[in-house]
């Protein structure tokens, strides 16, 4: 029974260990980079047309950021797609444009995440519904 009452704790340790490390490293993802990320084209997207994405890049001061690395994510919002991937980098007047091709029409979300040289980081979501 000592033995039962034992293991009953190691778990509970466990998962409460388990909690923190998720925790420290949900604090430690924060970007602390101030950016304005904003999605240029496609607006309106169509699965015929679209083939390519544009997002311009600002900072705290509304300049434009042409040094940052962007990472995009395309998900639709229900289970079982994969994802659409893209980056960019070298930014024209903060435009980066990269080629990005829908797979379905429907509900998206375009996660955008634009980072620094010196690594922070800031990231945008856009919803998007796909036509045909
Ligand atoms: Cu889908």
Redesign the pocket.
Known sequence: MLNMRFYRRLILLFLLLLGVVAGCRQSSEQGTAVLTIELIAPLNPSLANDREMSLRVTDEAGQPVNDAILDIKGD?T?A??VPVLANARNGVGGVYTTPFVW????DWIVTARATLPDGRWDEAEFRLRVGQ
């Open positions: 639709m229900h079982g797609m797979t379905m029409t429907g």
